[in-house]
């Protein structure tokens, strides 16, 4: 599919989607992976449910595991971009291993290394996360290329019998800085006492 | 493990590490989680912990330098990070291409703030185990325990 895919049809403006998305997301954990996506995810607005992150590149998909693997009652998203996702590739195939039925991963797909310049990305040539996310035992996938899609999104990342996974075929866009807390510890007792609330 | 509450374990595996494997997985209060490359380890370890369990990561000597960015997430978020590393390339190695990497371990580990805790006597094992653990678990901070060749054998592939 990607190998078909310019960059033309990225069309899906990241953050009216991720915040439309969030909206829905019915007390799910979100992850964010660094850069852009912890960024997406504290515009559409805070929420301890949400660990942010500021590095650690390749591990959005590891933590999550460990959040869902710890609590199973709890929905897990892993929200990430390409890059970070293709650094840690090889997590798909632990967490299709692990299965767990409450896990989802979104990758924000622009194609590029946006937080450093846009420089080309491996997923605007041949490369599928999704078609690997299949082949490691994900029970199912998706690939959104509207921004109409959130709804049918949604219902498969917050509902859908996991592990699943999504990607979003997203443009690129000028988005204002949205810079959430950057202390670690803060971002990790905040989520952690959250949890432990609830 | 127990005794310390660890109730995941995400390893590489290693030929030191078999036996310790075999009884994770035969245990049902025990979850092994088996990964593709040790740096996971970090991101499972710390997500587990965020989810209010208890995780750690088994791996061989050459595991460690795949985790020396990744360790930073720990450290980042203040998450406990416990290690076991079985030791190559040191105490009677055999194979030359486990040297570069066993060598460098244990001052790879603490140029990333890592507190290690090195073992070279069986006896001991159990003890440092639980020392680390608590430090970890108990200080917010990454600790390894380093099993020396001398305690689980050096490999020779029938040919020292």
């Known amino acids: 599919m990607s190998a078909q895919m310019s960059s033309k049809s990225n069309k899906i403006e990241r953050r009216p989607f991720v915040a439309d998305l969030l909206k829905r997301r019915d007390g799910s954990l979100v992850v964010c992976g660094l850069g852009s996506p912890t960024w997406d995810c504290f515009a559409s607005g805070d929420s301890p449910d949400y660990l942010y992150s500021w590095g650690g590149m390749g591990l959005a998909v590891p933590t999550a595991l460990g959040i869902a693997l710890a609590q199973p009652p709890r929905r897990v998203l892993a929200l990430t971009g390409d890059g970070e996702m293709l650094m840690g590739i090889g997590s798909l195939a632990v967490v299709g291993d692990q299965a767990p039925a409450n896990f989802a991963v979104l990758v924000l797909d622009n194609e590029r290394f946006a937080e450093t310049g846009r420089q080309r990305g491996l997923t605007s040539g041949r490369t599928d996360i999704a078609a690997v996310a299949k082949a490691v035992g994900f029970r199912d996938t998706m690939l959104v290329t509207e921004q109409g899609a959130v709804p049918e999104l949604a219902q498969f990342l917050f509902k859908a019998e996991g592990p699943v996974l999504a990607v979003a075929k997203i443009a690129i866009t000028e988005d204002p800085w949205a810079l959430p807390e950057k202390d670690g510890a803060v971002i990790a007792q905040r989520f952690r006492a959250s949890i432990a609330e609830d | ?160």
């Not at chain 2, 965020?50 to 720990?74: D, E, F, H, K, T």
């Open chain 2, 1 to 160: 493990m127990q005794a310390r509450k660890v109730s995941i374990v995400c390893t590489v595996p290693d030929g030191g590490l078999t036996p310790l494997l075999r009884r994770i997985e035969a245990d049902a209060a025990m979850r092994l989680v088996t990964l593709t490359s040790e740096q996971e380890g970090m991101g499972v370890a710390t997500g587990v912990w965020l989810g209010g369990q208890r995780a750690m990561i088994a791996m061989q000597s050459s595991g460690v330098g795949n985790c020396i960015n990744a360790l930073g997430l720990p450290t980042a978020y203040r998450a406990p990070c416990l290690m076991l590393v079985t030791m190559r390339g040191q105490w009677g190695e055999f194979n030359p291409w486990q040297v570069p990497m066993g060598q460098a371990v244990k001052p790879a580990l603490e140029a990333v703030g890592v507190k290690c805790f090195s073992v070279d006597k069986a006896e001991e094992v159990g003890e440092t185990f639980e020392a680390a653990a608590d430090l970890a678990f108990n200080g917010w901070l990454s600790a390894a325990v380093l099993v020396s060749q001398r305690v689980i054998g050096a490999k020779g592939f029938g040919q020292k």
